[in-house]
């Protein structure tokens, strides 16, 4: 082995720059441009063939250019390396001259370099760009890792060589297949982000298109992701002409993991749900599908009602943040979680719970990403926030009440980022319709016609002629009017005497089985 | 219990767990219930014990006030079960 000599004239400098200034301004493919700067190192060293190895994802060095001094490319498989001079660059990252004529018996005695019948061989390493390490502080202090070499014959032994040139040469090679790296990766991410954005397109389109709409209960939502695409679910299926099963979930995590998992609890929910099942049990037979099917870690949190004309809503909150309704009065109750989550424990127990909702009361089923919205100083929105936005909600539409809640949240947060995705379903629910209810009970009742606006009958609620009749001149030009008269009116002893509300279909028994299915369903344990 | 391993789980200086967290420690304790292993967790507080309470996790795990409590409580399992 001898010390690579540096001796070099201003002559030569000049040339060696010309050279260099060659390699500068290569033609743009990858393979062309380490062709030319083996060419280069083959100008500067007066090698007769020149190669350039790079390292593999395997930790093996290939051929990737080869090159004689006649700009001839000789095959890749033809070039003769010596593997034993390979090992001692990668063992010591630092420039190799090995000639035949030299003193060092230990190299000269391998018979992998006297195969190759060459007088000389000159290997410079080609290490990682030193930027690239420097801005990644894991590594910072570590052998900068070697990227491939630059390995060059020669009949004759090497002599003049120019050390600067030859390293600038192989920062060179770094630099090229780094920013082909690069180059790559960005091509590759840029693929990956294109198919996020139609995951998130395709998750978008699951969403209810229109959500019921009609005389008795008007029904909105909407979800805003975190990223392209979102962990929250939402859906509303129609059981029958009077009775909607309203569900809200949320996966554990974020990204693309939790909205593939979204999409399918959305998916059994559609499914399962429309068998019209009892909620609980429609829980269960989700909880057990995803306890089957779904990674072990994995678990959502969801709300899922069942809400008939008469006001009854049955509901299993499973681990869920609690929905909420807004009373008349302004006064705002809590629809607290009473169950496991689904995915957790395939031998979970579901109980549900029942409550009535009057005519004029709001109900919103919401994410934790409501909650957890976070201001630029750390603090939460909270349940507290999100009640006190019902309280001082004026009750006008449901539309109304959704863009209170996104408005709220919005102020609150001050623009700092989302930190979780963010569901909300909203339902209006006005009132029996007379459909449902004595016709003689109603005729006359004026503030009932006032309090149901005409509105629209789309989405999935087909209106019937007598539904029709019952809205029939109202208009919104005295929608002010009569939500008053609504609000009034859906709290109103009056009514439920009248109409024979809800209330008294409800079971003593099945409120008793809803509220006390504590016990029930804890696990037994070991 | 008499398990095979007992596992206990001091988490005061967690303040905060969010639904990956949860999931996580679900999978630990399925996996200890499938070894007939026990996991016992200590010092559950503030936004941690919320979200076990919301979950309805309070009523699987077995929670105790400190280190102690939670290491004696698996002696007496054995005495129970010897």
Known sequence: ?526 | MAGKKKIVLNVGDVNYIDSIGVGVLVACFNSARSHDAALKLVNVWSRFREVLQMTRLLTVFDTYDSESAAIQSFRKSLRAAG
């Open chain 1, 1 to 526: 082995m001898t010390p690579i000599m540096v001796p070099s004239p201003e002559i030569q400098v000049e040339h060696h720059l010309g050279v260099l200034a060659r390699t500068g301004v290569a033609p743009p493919g990858l393979l062309d441009a380490l062709t030319t700067i083996v060419d280069a190192a083959i100008e500067l060293t007066h090698a007769q063939q020149g190669a350039l190895l790079l390292v593999k994802s395997s930790g093996n060095f290939e051929v990737t250019v080869a090159r004689d001094a006649q700009r001839g490319s000789p095959p890749l498989h033809q070039v003769q390396i010596s593997s034993s001079v390979l090992r001692r660059v990668m063992g010591s990252q630092r420039e190799l001259i090995v000639t035949e004529a030299e003193e060092d018996s230990s190299m000269a005695r391998q018979a992998s370099i006297g195969a190759l019948g060459v007088h000389s061989i000159l290997v410079i390493p080609v290490d990682k760009l030193p930027l690239a390490e420097a801005r990644d502080t894991t590594v910072r202090g570590r052998r900068s890792e070697l990227l491939g070499v630059l390995y060059l014959h020669s009949r004759w032994p090497f002599f003049h060589l120019d050390r600067e040139a030859l390293r600038m040469l192989a920062r060179k090679v770094a630099v090229v297949v780094e920013n082909a790296a690069l180059f790559a990766a960005l091509c590759e991410k840029a693929r990956l982000d294109h198919e996020v954005e139609i995951t998130g397109q395709i998750q978008r389109q699951m969403q209810p298109v229109q959500f019921p709409r009609g005389p008795e209960l008007d029904v909105t939502g909407f979800t805003v992701e975190c990223h392209a695409v979102g962990g929250d679910c939402l859906d509303v299926v129609k059981l029958s002409d009077k009775r909607h099963g309203l569900l809200v979930g949320d996966i554990a995590g974020k990204g693309i993991p939790a909205s593939l998992l979204a999409s399918l609890l959305q998916g059994l929910f559609v499914t399962i749900g429309t068998l019209d099942l009892p909620p609980e049990e429609v829980v269960s037979r989700v909880n057990r599908y995803l306890c089957e099917r779904s990674p072990e870690d994995w678990y959502a949190t969801l709300f899922y009602a069942i809400l008939d004309s008469s006001g009854r809503l049955d509901y299993v909150n499973a681990g869920h943040v609690p929905a909420l309704i807004r009373r008349c009065s302004g006064k705002v109750e809590s629809l607290e979680s009473t169950n496991f989550p689904v995915g957790m424990f395939s031998d979970a127990k579901y109980t549900r719970a029942t409550t009535q909702i009057e005519a004029g009361n709001y109900l919103l089923i919401y994410t934790d990403g409501i909650p957890e919205a976070k201001n630029r100083r750390g603090e939460f929105f909270g349940e507290a926030g999100l009640r006190r936005l019902l309280e001082e909600f004026p009750g006008q539409t449901v539309d109304d009440l959704a863009e209170v809640v996104r408005a709220g949240v919005r102020a609150f947060t001050e623009g700092a980022p989302q930190s979780d995705d963010i569901a909300v379903l909203a339902g209006h629910y006005r009132g029996a319709s007379l459909s449902t209810t004595s016709v003689r009970a109603l005729k006359g009742d004026a503030c009932l016609k006032r309090s149901r606006p005409k509105r629209p009958l789309v989405g999935r609620i087909r209106a019937t002629k007598t539904e029709l009749s019952l809205s029939k001149g109202t208009d919104h030009g005295t929608h002010n009017d009569g939500t008053r008269i609504e609000r009034h009116y859906g709290c109103g002893h009056e009514r439920r005497d009248r109409v024979g509300g809800g209330k008294q279909r409800v079971p003593r028994e099945d409120q008793r089985a809803a509220h006390g299915g504590e016990k029930e369903d804890r696990l037994e344990r070991g």
